[in-house]
């Protein structure tokens, strides 16, 4: 993730997160040398805009630009003298834009470049880092001159949900929200508020906040809104039950009294009293991206980052294969998107190429959990490490069994020792070195029946060498073992799974 952050940083496109066009900035030299390519004889003007598309009569601003020494102003698209437009008032009521004229120059060979720059220097002042040249806009920083939005450095913090500069500021970079269910806080809508229906004031803590503290406010919320706290909340309209949950006026409403005091306690005792009538939501701002909407808006080969990680392995590695920067950008982008492919090579060596890089590591099987470190472990490329893993093969479909076994050589061959408590059969056979212990499970085993090479276990007469040299089988009796009918290669049945929330599930079909 630390790569794609620094891909993100260097070579993203950014967009306006609110109206979706592309930004760009521009330097004073590139403006300039914009500008010198417009045919000769053209008029410029040097416009700096200190009002774009907002409501007023802005009679201020006005003042202060003709205290500024400024002779006219181009107001909605029509020129003015600085004092003419004073005294036009503008309807308060409507949106304006407004902007200075800074200079006015004919483009032509013997063009006074100096006097170019300082004009466009005091339009980009005047503007806070935009200037119009005619109706051209630039701007030195990324903003939308439609939206008026304006977006941070693209820097690899930007796209860290661990850092306050690209988390979310909904949900802190979490992706999911705790937020107080009305559900739980009234749970029995037959009781009466009186009767202790807001069950979080009725049983509570004192520092939570018990009913008696808030009565004296709920009597005046009912009286105010003609209801009674003595019938069943029911009986109540939304309209009241609604301003009981979230507040109306000085009533700061049920759900946000608990919400609030959730995160301004410093009692975990009270904090872990309030959740019990919070559930976890998916962010509505990020939707669960667990980015700011500015760093969503940024993309590299027309994907956002938060879209490159909800793709699985093998998919993301074909995106980066397939991504073509621009000319300028290769120098910097070829050695990023090789180290990245190559990480996600690893991934896919270890028989996880149906992982999206976005799962979180608590949602991972053992087996999974293994591997990735394995992986990391590749990468790194270190020496004379003793690994001892444990079933690094659970969970694994039988055709990645060889591409796991590959990168366990590889990670002997750099150097190092590698230990495998493992039952496969496959990966027995391509052992360098095997230790049988037994010779039985549990309390019946314990000692060492057999060590040496695979190929001597099997002609050793212990059980795991009866087994997989095939001297031993597994009985198959078909009269006690259930297996699925045959399917028909136009059969129309399928397999609904519904509300699987754990781990993975790896079918093969045929």
């Given at each position: 993730y630390d790569y794609l952050r620094l891909l993100f940083a260097r070579i993203g496109k950014p967009h306006c997160p609110k109206c979706g066009k592309e930004v760009s900035r521009q330097t004073i030299d590139q403006i300039v040398e914009q500008i010198l390519k417009l045919k000769t004889k053209t008029e410029i003007a040097i416009l700096g805009p200190v009002i774009r598309g907002r409501k007023g009569e802005h009679q201020g601003i006005l003042e202060e630009i003709q205290r500024g020494g400024f002779v006219r102003v181009r107001i909605d698209g029509i020129l003015h003298r600085v004092e003419e437009a004073i005294a036009l008032s503008l309807d308060r009521k409507k949106k304006h834009n407004i902007e200075v004229v800074v200079d006015r120059l004919i483009s032509n060979k013997d063009l006074d470049r100096s006097r170019l720059v300082d004009s466009l220097e005091t339009g980009l002042k005047l503007g806070k880092g935009m200037?119009?040249?005619?109706?051209?806009?630039?701007?030195?920083?990324?903003?939308?001159?439609?939206?008026?939005?304006?977006?941070?450095?693209?820097?690899?913090?930007?796209?860290?949900?661990?850092?306050?500069?690209?988390?979310?500021?909904?949900?802190?970079?979490?992706?999911?929200?705790?937020?107080?269910?009305?559900?739980?806080?009234?749970?029995?809508?037959?009781?009466?508020?009186?009767?202790?229906?807001?069950?979080?004031?009725a049983h509570a803590s004192h520092k939570v906040g018990r009913q008696g503290y808030f009565w004296w406010q709920l009597s005046d919320l009912a009286e105010e809104y003609n209801f009674s706290l003595d019938q069943p909340v029911k009986n109540l309209s939304k309209k009241i039950l609604d301003i009981i949950l979230y507040g109306s006026g000085s009533f700061e409403g049920v759900i946000p009294s608990l919400e609030r005091r959730y995160h301004e306690t410093d009692?975990?005792?009270?904090?872990?009293?309030?959740?019990?009538?919070?559930?976890?939501?998916?962010?509505?701002?990020?939707?669960?991206?667990?980015?700011?909407?500015?760093?969503?808006?940024?993309?590299?080969?027309?994907?956002?980052?938060?879209?490159?990680?909800?793709?699985?392995?093998?998919r993301a590695q074909e995106f980066f294969r397939n991504l073509k920067p621009k000319n300028s950008e290769l120098k910097i982008a070829n050695p990023i998107v090789k180290e990245i492919i190559n990480r996600l090579q690893f991934l896919i060596d270890v028989g996880l190429n149906y992982l999206t890089l976005d799962r979180k590591a608590a949602t991972l099987a053992g087996g999974e959990e293994q591997r990735i470190r394995l992986a990391t472990q590749i990468g790194s490329k270190l020496t004379g490490v003793l690994y001892i893993?444990?079933?690094?093969?659970?969970?694994?479909?039988?055709?990645?069994?060889?591409?796991?076994?590959?990168?366990?050589?590889?990670?002997?061959?750099?150097?190092?020792?590698?230990?495998?408590?493992?039952?496969?059969?496959q990966t027995i056979r391509k052992a360098d070195w095997t230790i049988d212990i037994g010779p039985g499970a549990g309390k019946h085993g314990g000692r060492i029946v057999f060590q040496g090479t695979p190929k001597e276990l099997l002609k050793s007469r212990t059980l795991t060498g009866d087994y997989l040299s095939g001297r031993k089988k597994v009985d198959y009796n078909p009269s006690t073992t259930r297996t699925p009918p045959p399917v028909s290669p136009k059969s129309q049945d399928y397999l609904i799974i519904k509300k699987a929330a754990e781990h993975n599930?790896?079918?093969?079909?045929?």
């Open positions: 200037v119009m040249v005619n109706d051209l806009v630039f701007s030195e920083h990324f903003a939308c001159e439609e939206c008026g939005i304006s977006l941070p450095e693209l820097e690899p913090r930007l796209f860290s949900f661990n850092s306050p500069y690209g988390a979310c500021p909904a949900c802190q970079g979490l992706g999911k929200k705790l937020e107080v269910a009305p559900s739980l806080v009234i749970p029995n809508l037959n009781l009466s508020i009186a009767e202790g229906a807001i069950f979080p004031w009692s975990e005792y009270t904090r872990s009293e309030i959740a019990e009538y919070m559930i976890e939501r998916i962010c509505e701002v990020c939707q669960g991206k667990r980015l700011k909407p500015e760093a969503l808006a940024v993309t590299v080969g027309g994907e956002s980052i938060a879209q490159v990680v909800e793709l699985p392995i093998s893993l444990d079933e690094p093969s659970v969970g694994l479909h039988a055709r990645d069994q060889g591409r796991l076994i590959e990168t366990l050589k590889k990670l002997r061959d750099l150097g190092n020792t590698v230990v495998i408590c493992e039952h496969d059969p599930f790896l079918i093969s079909w045929g």
